[in-house]
């Protein structure tokens, strides 16, 4: 993980949290994201729309050519997009413009804790 609050350059992958979670964006370029809302929203946002307070964090920089292709490919789809916490979130989102693939770490622990908790109750019941 990289430095919290450092420059980005367009099509670095950055987060920043939100709540329990972390919301993942891919910067533009001088202080604007492209993120896509809960709302099923995609869209631009500045930097300076979050408290002074708030903390971004490197998560990746891309190889420059892929960084073009993932900011073209964002820009593209601006606009309304279906929101799912599962399978179309924000990580997803900018997992699938630079690596073309829908992914969420985030989600992917979430479901692996789920299992083991399932797992444990099937102990429990088994074993009462």
């Given at each position: 993980m990289r430095k919290?609050?450092?420059g980005f350059r367009a099509g670095d992958i950055v987060k920043t949290r939100k709540g329990v979670v972390w919301h993942v964006m891919l910067a533009l370029g001088d202080g604007w994201f492209l993120e896509k809302t809960r709302f099923g929203q995609?869209?631009?946002r500045?930097?300076?729309s979050w408290g002074a307070s708030q903390r971004?964090?490197?998560v990746e920089r891309p190889a420059a050519s892929v960084a073009r292709r993932a900011?073209?490919?964002g820009l593209g789809r601006i606009g309304p997009e279906v929101y799912c916490l599962f399978d179309?979130?924000?990580e997803h989102f900018v997992h699938d413009l630079v690596y073309?693939?829908?992914k969420s770490s985030?989600?992917?622990r979430l479901m692996r804790g789920l299992g083991v908790l399932a797992g444990f109750a099937v102990v429990s019941l088994v074993g009462a």
């Open positions: 919290a609050n450092c995609v869209r631009k500045h930097r300076s971004f964090v490197l900011v073209r490919r179309a979130n924000c073309g693939e829908a985030q989600v992917e």
